[in-house]
């Protein structure tokens, strides 16, 4: 594995009281293999792969992050600059407000490569053109002495692209890489991405609220929710035999081309403050299929029989698994109907109101 | 860009034409009889009607307008009521004191001021933020005066006292006469005028750097694996660097006015004390043409600053 996280767990303190980003998350990436990590806001999704290459500031941080057989969270900060950047690339989700508005693109990109590299201007400047070209920037030569503010978002967020390749890393994370982007450029983007992969080999961690985003590129998807694990898979078994009823909700709410007037079905209700989350399965006050049991103990991940690397956090029968819209539909919709925290009984479940 | 530029030079002259005027009025509606001032008290209706005359006084006002200003077009600043002097002379004079005070006080202040905002930025609520925090604001709420007074007793006076004498009397040693009199006379003076300017730009450094390092961009460099010091200087005080210049543009415009209580604590012989010895002798040349003069650093500064920001922000420059 290339990377291997394991119980990894982020809190921050506020004045309000700690925040628990992160509850023990643990997965792994192998090289040249694309992670898709998805999430509401606020599930810490973002937060898990900041932590990992110490870009949350202010955090107590436990666990361990093995990145080529070092662990990230053990390193120095020096060490840990040095991995940054030049085998890690990062790519973020507004490419406006991420890349330096007073320096030129080009500029940026050479300081990328002098951080790690002793090369001269020239090459460094060399190498940028090069690269600019490479993400599909036209007139690379010309366009290297542009500023940010002369780009167009495309552009912006492939001159992201071109600065987190730069050193040619082993692991590109996207933090939402499309979100802030137009729909047609959304899928430029994306279609670069999986050439770059294609062509240099580098594995990539997705990171991104929406499913539709990761479903033709990655190869294995983890859902997080509440700073959790809900449920991992391959894109297959997630996308055809969900296990979880958060994913199942995240699936009823994404629209679908060619579902003309079918309702877009929501997931009831809000995420748990992060601040002394309650005990049992976060989800379960949203959930509905939640029994007594959801809300006294944390269902941990249990790997789904007949599927290797399908894990669920849920304590409904593992082989409860698959997913159709109108049951999901008429579920959802009675939840609503019962207020969202109303506890729906599944088969054989006892009264859970008191 | 070099049009607004052209514009605002434009407009600077236009507001040193109103500001000339204003004066040119002043010089009409206060109770003060020139003649009177150069004649004394005890002249005869004849001395005085011939002064007048001298002066050019008894000349109708709109003739008198235009040569005061076609006098000061060419530069001629006129002659001193009290001592006959020629006011450019009198300027020449005074001008490097408060030049030395100005140059010297604005560099400690700019250096010491940003240094220490950067710092309290760097680690919001930490000892060395509290530190700067509170040290700002006790030289905040120090008025120039007291400071300077303080400052002369505590290292001048109970110093020399003691018999250590590491700080140079009141007073002013020019730069081409002693290079280190010159210095010693300029300390203290230099860090009153600069610790309480110090103060709120310590202040404002910290507040718009803390607003910067929260930028997306500043993310962006720690990704990129820059080292903390580059991240914070070359990312996030070239940014944060904007209001700062603002507020040094109006602060070298109006020093002139600020170094008035310096110079007369430390009997430096510079335009802040002349402009307020020329106003309680009712010197009026002298007093117009600091006026016009501090009203020109003004307008420069301005125009300096809009440059300034050019220079710092591509948008601005190609916008």
């Not at chain 1, 507004?94 to 090369?119: M, N, T």
């Not at chain 2, 005890?42 to 006098?71: K, V």
């Not at chain 2, 300029?186 to 404002?204: D, F, N, S």
């Not at chain 2, 402009?275 to 007093?287: A, R």
Request: glycine content about 10%.
């Amino acid at each position: 594995m290339l990377l291997e996280v394991k119980d990894l767990v982020v809190s921050f303190p506020t004045p309000d009281g700690l925040v628990e980003a992160v509850r023990g998350v643990s997965f792994a990436v192998g090289a040249g293999k694309t992670l898709g990590v998805v999430g509401e806001s606020g599930s810490g999704k973002s937060v898990t792969a900041q932590t990992v290459i110490g870009l949350t500031r202010g955090a107590r941080v436990s666990g361990s992050a093995l990145f080529e057989g070092r662990d990230l969270l053990k390193m120095s900060r020096d060490q840990l600059r040095q991995v940054r950047g030049s085998k890690i690339g990062v790519v973020f989700q507004d490419p406006l407000s991420s890349l330096h508005p007073f320096y030129k693109v080009g500029w940026q990109i050479e300081e990328a490569i002098r951080a790690h590299e002793k090369v001269s201007r020239a090459e460094a400047r060399r190498r940028a053109v090069e690269l600019l070209g490479l993400v599909g920037i036209p007139h690379p030569a010309r366009r290297v002495d542009d500023y940010p503010h002369q780009f167009s978002g495309g552009m912006r967020q492939r001159a992201m692209i071109a600065i987190a390749l730069a050193l040619n890393p082993s692991l590109v994370i996207a933090d939402e890489p499309t979100t802030a982007l137009d729909v047609t450029v959304q899928a430029q983007v994306l279609e670069l991405m999986k050439r770059l992969q294609a062509e240099l080999g580098m594995a990539i961690i997705m990171i991104t609220h929406d499913l539709g985003i990761i479903a033709d590129m990655a190869d294995e998807v983890m859902i997080m929710y509440a700073g959790k694990v809900m449920e991992t898979a391959s894109r297959h078994d997630l996308y055809y035999e969900p296990h979880h009823p958060y994913t199942t909700g995240l699936l009823g709410s994404l629209p679908q081309s060619g579902h003309e007037g079918e309702r877009l079905v929501p997931i009831p209700g809000q995420p748990p403050s992060l601040i002394g989350p309650p005990p049992g399965c976060p989800f379960w006050p949203r959930c509905g299929f939640a029994m007594p049991k959801c809300r006294l103990e944390v269902p941990p991940l249990r790997a789904v029989p007949g599927a290797p690397g399908h894990t669920s956090a849920c304590w409904l029968p593992l082989e409860l698994t698959g997913y159709s819209v109108e049951v999901d539909a008429a579920r959802h919709l009675a939840a609503v109907a019962e207020g969202a925290t109303a506890v729906a009984t599944a088969s054989g479940a006892e009264e859970a109101q008191p | 860009m070099a049009r607004f530029l052209a514009r605002r030079v434009l407009l600077g002259v236009v507001v040193l034409w109103v500001v000339a005027s204003v004066i040119f009025i002043l010089y009409f509606v206060t109770p003060n009889d020139p003649a009177r001032v150069i004649a004394g008290k005890e002249a005869t209706a004849q001395t005085l009607a011939a002064i007048r005359h001298h002066l050019g006084l008894d000349r109708p006002l709109i003739d008198q307008y235009g040569s005061f200003l076609w006098r000061y077009l060419q530069g001629n600043l006129g002659y001193s009521y009290y001592n006959s002097e020629p006011v450019s002379t009198i300027i020449a004079q005074d001008l490097p004191v408060t030049a030395s005070l100005a140059v010297g006080g604005a560099i400690i202040w700019l250096v010491l001021g940003v240094l220490a905002g950067v710092l309290a930025a760097r680690r919001p609520r930490s000892l060395a933020d509290r530190t700067v925090t509170s040290v700002a604001l006790f030289f905040y709420s120090m008025p120039t005066f007291l400071l300077g007074l303080l400052a002369l007793t505590i290292f001048f006076y109970w110093l020399h006292i003691e018999g250590i004498d590491i700080f140079a009397p009141p007073g002013y040693v020019g730069l081409s006469q002693s290079v280190s009199g010159w210095f010693s006379h300029m300390v203290l003076p230099w860090l009153t005028l600069a610790l309480v300017t110090a103060a709120i730009y310590a202040r404002l450094t910290r507040g718009s750097m803390l607003d910067v390092l929260g930028e997306d961009y500043i993310r962006t460099a720690r990704a990129k694996g820059l080292s903390e010091r580059r991240v914070i200087y070359r990312h996030g005080l070239r940014a944060a660097i904007t209001p700062i210049v603002t507020e040094f543009g109006i602060d070298v415009g109006t020093l002139l006015g600020g170094v008035i209580v310096t110079e007369s604590v430390y009997g430096l012989p510079g335009l802040g004390s002349q402009i307020l010895n020329s106003v309680t002798d009712g010197d009026l040349p002298v007093t117009m043409s600091i006026a016009i003069l501090a009203a020109a650093f003004v307008v420069v500064a301005n125009i300096l600053v809009d440059a300034i920001y050019a220079l710092i922000d591509p948008r601005v420059r190609l916008s």
